[in-house]
């Protein structure tokens, strides 16, 4: 069973941060399709420290995500401190995440994210210090490298488990590979081994046998979905199913995805505002609308739309298209 310091999750089955898109609306949805634990998109701790009213926004967690992490990201001991520790004393998180992955440029220039990887000793600095400061548990997402020649994961998950991280989730890529190639599960496999926190394996997970493989190859604790998941929460409700009964559930129909992207939408506008709502929403319609007979035109509808009833009008019409086409290939 995955348990974090004190917090116990129901299954093994994790949903990945993942920066404009795992905000509470999306969580949500995720874990009402029964995900063990959900991740929050990453946090600037600058942000949290200025408290601009965007990042604080992004501090919001609905009591029903729970158990959820809360990632920060930053370069700086005393700036990462300050946020954790903000976090620790006025949100709802059951676990503070640090994030130690992150590719981008933007990012890594300011030492923060992938930056870390090259240096097991700053890492055991970072935690140590925010370990030292915080009472919920502190956990590290990591990539397993900088490039192909400085892969220091299990130096690096030592330094976490020795500052008093209570577990690493590892992403098999390196920081120049971005998210190129394939993800490296033998290090996962080598990560776990050298550490006794629990480790949550992460990279090309597509279906819900590829959980079972990673778990069953790697012995890590916990698996780690981003990219499957996106406008596909059943990938998370269908892998739970498979690793408890091994039964392969068939994909969801239109209609059923269409109703949960309208679910979905109807959160974010919430959360947000109806404007702001339906503009990033277009981009998770384009995910849901994946897979779906016949996607290819609505997709470049979605993009036009500005109201909510403008795009809920299109995508409930093409689910009825979808399903009459769906029932006579069926009859077919
Ligand atoms: C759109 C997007 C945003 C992401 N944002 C974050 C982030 O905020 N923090 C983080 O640690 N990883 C982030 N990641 C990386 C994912 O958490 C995950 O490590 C990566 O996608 C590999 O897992 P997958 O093969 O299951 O997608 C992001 C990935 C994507 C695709």
């Not at 920060?72 to 954790?84: D, R, Y």
């Not at 520790?85 to 676990?95: G, L, P, Q, Y």
Request: aromatic share 6%.
């Amino acid at each position: 069973m995955l348990k974090i310091g004190n917090i116990e999750m129901k299954n093994p089955v994790v949903l990945a941060p993942m920066a404009g898109v795992c905000n509470s609306a999306f969580r949500l949805t995720v874990k009402e399709f029964g995900a063990g634990l959900v991740c929050a998109e990453m946090v600037s701790d600058k942000g949290i420290i200025l408290q601009n009213e965007r990042t604080m926004n992004m501090l919001y967690i609905d009591e029903r995500e729970k158990p959820l992490s809360l990632q920060i990201f930053g370069g700086e001991k005393e700036s990462l401190v300050k946020a954790a520790s903000f976090v620790d004393k006025n949100t709802n998180a059951d676990i503070i995440d640090i994030n130690m992955g992150c590719p981008v440029p933007k990012i890594t220039k300011c030492d923060a994210g992938a930056k870390w990887l090259l240096d097991p000793d700053k890492i055991y600095e970072m935690v140590a210090a925010v370990t030292d400061v915080v009472s919920k548990p502190v956990t590290v997402k990591m990539r397993m490298g900088w490039d192909e020649d400085h892969i220091y994961a299990v130096d690096n998950a030592r330094a976490v488990e020795r500052a008093g991280g209570q577990a690493v989730a590892l992403h098999g890529r390196t920081r120049v590979q971005m998210y190129e190639g394939q993800a490296n599960w033998d290090i996962i496999k080598e990560v776990k081994e050298s550490v006794n926190i629990p480790v949550i394996g992460n990279g090309d997970v597509q279906t819900p046998q590829d959980a079972k493989r990673m778990l069953d190859e790697t012995g890590v604790d916990g698996v780690m979905i981003g990219r499957a998941a996106l406008g596909n929460p059943w990938m998370i409700y269908r892998t739970v199913r498979y690793l408890e009964t091994g039964e392969s559930m068939g994909e969801p129909t239109a209609k059923e995805k269409i109703n949960v992207c309208l679910l979905h939408l109807d959160r974010l506008i919430a959360l947000k505002n109806e404007n702001i709502a339906v503009r990033e929403m277009r981009k998770h319609a384009a995910w849901y609308l994946k897979g779906i007979r016949g996607n290819a035109h609505v997709r470049k509808q979605v993009n036009a739309c500005e109201t909510r009833d403008e795009l809920a009008t299109l995508l409930t019409n093409f689910a009825e298209e979808a399903t009459e086409k769906e029932a006579s290939t069926q009859a077919g």
